[in-house]
């Protein structure tokens, strides 16, 4: 964590308390999905309206490193899948145990688990992925940890294919090349490299049934069920079913209130700026946060949603 020192600056004629800080670190995920670009919009957002601080996203494998990164203060901030931060905060088995210093500043979007496959593959259902090649994401990433989650709970375990432990980018690459038979992303959808890969290549999103949804959310709670609208991609006709779970902005304990208050102010009063770089923060408003966020909130964070009058559930209180 940065040393923070009061600072006097044209923030205070905004009506902002100025803080001073080094520069801080986003940690995102791959630059093929949604956290590099979102996480990038909100660093320019903190170096061009927090008086003094300066912010970088970084590239990352994703949700279980990220807590890793926020808990041993590598990173200033990050985004993260709900399950992963959930299983952060409780010491849960994705963290052998370990309660991690976590808490969140507001949760940002929800992920939409979305499977693709070549429309020629012959593969139609998740069953049919049984002895076929398949990247269930980075190693490390949220898209694992959700994959995993979705075959096991319907009966589907990594012995019963090969599996490839791709990042957004190389699954697009390695369907494109026919190095693998479908790929896993839990991502904001459209994202970049299914729509640089639909562009080229006729594609098929594998639908989850009723049956599959409902297995999957007894597994992992913070699943909801989820519809990709039809036209999403390039030759998608009809809407598709999934399931969907949210992105968490998280940061360690030990921030100070300050900060968080002035982070999570930011976000809210600028959340336009952040729409027009990308549509996946059409869904970033304080309902959605303090509706879908998993774990407490930072003090400084519940204190920007105490000054506009929010409704703040008691979950969300250290």
Known sequence: MKTLLPALGTALLLGWSAVQAEDLSIATGGTGGTYYPLGGGLAELISKHLDGATAVAEVTGASVENMGLIHREDSDLAI???????????GGDRFSGRKLDVAALASLYPNAVQIVTLADSGI???ADLVGKRVSVGAPGSGTEVNAQSILESNGISYDDF?????????TADALRDGDIDAGFWSVGP???SILSLASSHNIRLLPLSDAEIRKAIAVEP???PYQLRAGLYEGMDSPVQTVGIPNVLVVNTAMSDELAYQITKLLFERVEDLRAIHPAADDTTVEFSLTSTPIPMHPGALRYYQEIGADIPDRLRP
Do not use: G, H, I, K
Request: net charge negative.
């Open 80 to 90: 993260a899948l709900a399950d992963t931060v959930l299983q952060a905060y409780e």
């Open 124 to 126: 139609e259902s998740l």
């Open 162 to 170: 090969t599996v490839q432990r791709l990042n957004f980018n190389e």
């Open 190 to 192: 459209p994202t970049s």
């Open 222 to 224: 913070v699943f909801a």
